[in-house]
């Protein structure tokens, strides 16, 4: 792994999905987004990952019904966090830059988010958080 790489602390939330029942999908949000590597080892321990969880739960503003109240926090690399459908489907989605999975890489306005430590990384791995936040007065 290189010094460069980062990793992201999301916080996830289970759902029954309503069209399909007994199934389940998860909600993320991001807390600390372009967290660098050397810091892993504060955030990577159960205690850690409880106090934040703790926190996230005591604090989140739950509007939907089918909420399962199922939580837990996740650290996820950069790769895994900034793919994109292009990176996933090659020719077939070729210039498609999105996020494959919404960890929330494209708003800082989710209720958990708590930081990003590299804006730039943010902006030169998800080009499309640059154009919302423009088409919204922000840049």
Known sequence: MS???????????EYLDPEHQGDYFYAYETIYRNVPEKYRSKFDNQKMKLKILKHCDWNYKET???FANCTRVELIDEDKYYTTYEE???????GD?????????SYDTRQSFRKDFNKK?????NPIKKILEQERGIH
């Open 3 to 13: 010094k460069n790489k980062t990793f992201n602390v999301c916080y996830l939330r």
């Open 64 to 66: 939907a019904t089918n």
């Open 88 to 94: 996933v489907f090659g020719d077939t989605a070729a």
């Open 97 to 105: 830059k999105k996020m494959f999975n919404d960890y929330g890489q």
């Open 121 to 125: 990384l943010t902006y030169k791995r």
